[in-house]
């Protein structure tokens, strides 16, 4: 008498090849994911740096001088959230990625200054004044 077998299923192969594929699928988009997000902070960062060089170089353009120091309160226009890094340090603050570097300095009046962001997946973005 022959036997009849029902044979459904995956072999442990075929599920083994699967797993592995799958699991390759998750580590590369988890990675691309992470990247993705580190690209973004670094646009954020560069778009506060841009945004606090403009404030400054309008504050230049009434006064004839730069800041020795960057403050909210002392520079009309220049959101809080802008001089705060992803960690949510201040500028120039002690590990903040954020930092600026007054020149020329004299009684608090400044004739040059650098603003500069350490970014995750570039190289530092630097911003200088336009008046030299």
Not at 28 to 48: G, P, V
Not at 106 to 130: I, T
Request: aromatic share 8%; glycine share 4%; net charge positive.
């Amino acid at each position: 008498m022959k036997r009849i077998t029902n044979q459904s299923g995956f072999t442990i192969i075929e599920l083994l090849v699967f797993i592995t594929v799958v699991l390759a699928i998750t580590i590369i988009a988890a990675s691309n994911i992470r990247d993705l997000r580190a690209n973004n902070r670094d646009q954020e960062s560069k778009i506060d740096i841009n945004a606090t060089a403009y404030q400054l170089e309008v504050f230049h353009e009434k006064n004839n001088y730069y800041p020795e120091k960057i403050e909210a309160k002392i520079i009309p226009g220049l959101e809080e959230k802008s001089i705060k890094d992803r960690n949510n340090l201040t500028i120039s603050e002690p590990g903040s990625s954020y930092t600026y570097k007054p020149s020329g300095c004299s009684e608090g009046k400044c004739k040059n200054f650098e603003l500069k962001a350490n970014l995750e997946k570039e190289a530092p973005f630097v911003k200088q004044s336009l008046a030299r």
